[in-house]
């Protein structure tokens, strides 16, 4: 009976709360202000302390010019350039204290904008006064390790705040940083004082801020690769010990021989100097990242110290040169963004980084940072992914130019099937079907070298971006080569297309094979990557311990059930060993199944994959009595 008369109250108390009206909402925030081409008073002044190594602390100071009494709102730079999507480490912001006129404000973050923090400027206050730290990761499981005991990256996006109302391009700054004693750095802005440790720089507006990182350390080394008229490009090394800053005249030339065949390729230089900033480290978290007057790229320690071993790294320095002119110069429309907190949409990213992949690898090659038989072996490797790729016959490429937006570059179960930034690798064989379609219809006359330097021309020095659309890459390519490059584009990159773009290879004068043994490029890509890659045999590919770290889908050892976070404990009766595996392929293609013996979590699984192809690694062959197109495309400009 009790029990009966409690119920009757939690029904009759329900019903009449639903029957009150919803209590009123909470009283909207004041309004973030629209931005606005017009000049923010006065010069923001960021000082940065990056001397706590051991805890890997920022700490910041920003005095921000204030125009009036009221609200305002400060920003945390969101959507980053070069990031493609929204990646502001707005969680690593601590300890933030704002103050005016010596007197502690109270501030409250933006409830439907984490990234916006609102306060009201008290009368009679010229400026605000903003402290906070920056607590970068102190272990890659929160995020990329920026600070170590021998290096530290400031990007300096993410250490400020800016004020809300105006373009970013209007906002001015003065930075400084103390850096630990004794070390040496590389940035794109102008010194304009030292003061030991403190190192103060000219006044720049905030998207050149942002724009120019600085990489420093305990161990640095500048090498200048031009000092010529024209404007200079430097090499600024860091590393984690000094044996590894050491590299050789050799290696030095081709660094040098990357600018000149630059050079040749576009015929200006759009910018006023240039700094490759790069990090040869094992500690230090990795980077490619691009900026019109300089670019982060970290490599392995063995860069210099091993250069046939350290292939996978010496691309790297070549797609980010690039990326002064594709990218900084010449801007995709819809990722020129007036702020931080603007979207940026990624439907021409297969311009973007597509053509800069292909540029890359071309002048990789003409300059000598790969053999002519590394970029065709690595071209090979390229090809044989986008003949698998079996997500093509769902996905058009143009989509995975949101992939940055969608995954937030979150390692995938099944990349063969999901696809994620296709738009690099597969957009680099659209472009060379491209060159190779010129180089044919005009007889040898024009290739895409031509849309180069007249798609991203100008003169030296000159920085000012200018923005492009798919028509202006069609105009420009009809320019060079009257054709129907509007269906050309639109087929290959907009429309669902099951059969991987390879024309260029063939009218380039070679062929995709598979063959039983590895080339060499693939074999330094597995001893780079710590890994045995089936790929194209049993359909997986296993780190050194027998961890399942990629399953091709469809494939074999899909159609056994296996995935990623299984692990391989013994092959036909036998423990694990990679060349045992790659022994029982060989041997299956006259005997029996292969039989493994599997662990995934505490389930254990013996699985029998029939599986009779044998051992298949990617190679290009000649096309006998065609012409060598892509031997062509690889040589050095003279």
Do not use: C
Request: no cysteine.
């Amino acid at each position: 009976m009790i029990a009966r008369s409690v119920a009757l109250a939690l029904l009759a108390a329900t019903a009449a709360s639903a029957q009150s009206p919803l209590p009123e909402p909470s009283p909207l925030p004041p309004p973030i202000p629209a931005a606005r081409d017009v000049a923010w008073p006065g010069t923001m002044r960021l000082e940065v302390d990056a001397t706590d190594l051991q805890r890997r602390i920022f700490r910041v100071r920003q005095t921000i010019p204030v125009e009036a009494a009221g609200p305002i709102t400060l920003l945390y730079p969101e959507w980053l350039p070069g990031n493609h999507a929204p990646r502001g480490p707005i969680d690593k912001i601590a300890g933030l204290t704002i103050r005016a006129g010596g007197q502690t404000l109270a501030w409250k973050r933006h409830p439907a904008d984490v990234y916006a923090i609102q306060v009201e400027v008290p009368q009679g206050a010229s400026a605000l006064d903003v402290d906070f730290q920056f607590v970068s990761p102190t272990a890659p499981a929160q995020g990329r390790v920026v600070m170590t005991p021998e290096m530290l990256n400031l990007q300096w996006e993410k250490v400020a705040f800016y004020p809300a109302g105006r373009y970013v391009r209007r906002i001015m700054v003065e930075p400084s940083v103390r850096l630990p004693t004794g070390w040496g750095y590389g940035v794109a802005l102008e010194t304009a004082a030292e003061d030991g440790d403190l190192k103060r720089f000219r006044p720049v507006d905030f998207e050149t801020l942002v724009d120019s990182p600085m990489f420093a350390g305990r161990n640095f080394r500048r090498v200048v690769l031009d000092d010529g008229p024209r404007p200079q490009v430097r090499l600024n090394i860091v590393a984690d010990a000094p044996a590894d800053l050491a590299p050789t005249d050799a290696q030095i030339r081709l660094h040098r021989n990357l600018v000149e065949q630059g050079d040749k390729l576009f015929g200006v230089r759009p910018f006023d100097h240039y700094d490759f900033l790069l990090a040869v480290t094992g500690r230090l978290g990795g980077i490619g990242l691009e900026h019109h007057r300089s670019s982060e790229n970290s490599v392995a320690t063995h860069y210099f110290t091993d250069w046939k071993r350290a292939l996978g790294d010496r691309d790297l320095l070549p797609h980010e040169y690039v990326h002064a002119w594709n990218g900084k110069l010449r801007r995709p429309a819809d990722l020129m963004t007036r702020t931080y907190s603007e979207p940026m949409r990624g439907s021409l990213l297969w311009v973007y980084e597509g053509q800069t992949q292909y540029w890359g690898y071309v002048l990789g090659a003409r300059a000598g940072m790969l053999s002519a038989d590394e970029a065709l072996e690595s071209l090979a490797m390229t090809a044989a992914t986008y003949e698998n790729r079996v997500g093509r016959a769902w996905r058009p490429l143009e989509d995975t130019g949101q992939e940055p937006v969608i995954s937030a570059r979150r390692p995938e179960p099944w990349p063969s099937w999901q696809r994620p930034e296709d738009y690099y690798s597969e957009g680099q064989l659209i472009w060379l079907d491209a060159d190779t379609l010129i180089r044919e219809k005009s007889g040898g006359r024009r290739s895409l070298d031509d849309f180069a330097k007249r798609f991203f021309g100008g003169k030296d020095g000159d920085f000012t971006p200018r923005t492009y659309t798919f028509d202006d890459v069609v105009a420009a390519l009809d320019a060079v080569e009257p054709h129907d490059w509007a269906s050309f584009l639109r087929t290959r990159v907009q429309a669902i297309a099951p059969k991987a773009p390879l024309d260029g290879l063939a009218r380039g004068g070679w062929r995709l094979t598979y063959a039983d043994a590895p080339t060499g490029a693939w074999t330094a890509t597995e001893a780079e990557q710590r890994n045995t890659n089936l790929t194209y045999s049993l359909g997986l590919v296993l780190n050194r311990e027998g961890d399942v770290t990629a399953v091709q889908w469809d494939g074999p050892a899909f159609q056994a059930g296996l995935s990623v976070g299984a692990k391989i404990l013994a092959v036909n009766g036998l423990a694990y060993d990679a060349d045992r595996l790659k022994q029982a392929i060989r041997d299956a293609k006259t005997g029996g199944p292969i039989e493994l013996l599997t662990r995934n979590g505490d389930h254990f699984r013996t699985v029998q994959i029939a599986y009779r192809g044998g051992l298949r690694y990617p190679k290009l062959e000649r096309i006998a009595g065609t012409p060598d197109r892509l031997t062509a495309i690889y040589s050095a400009r003279k």
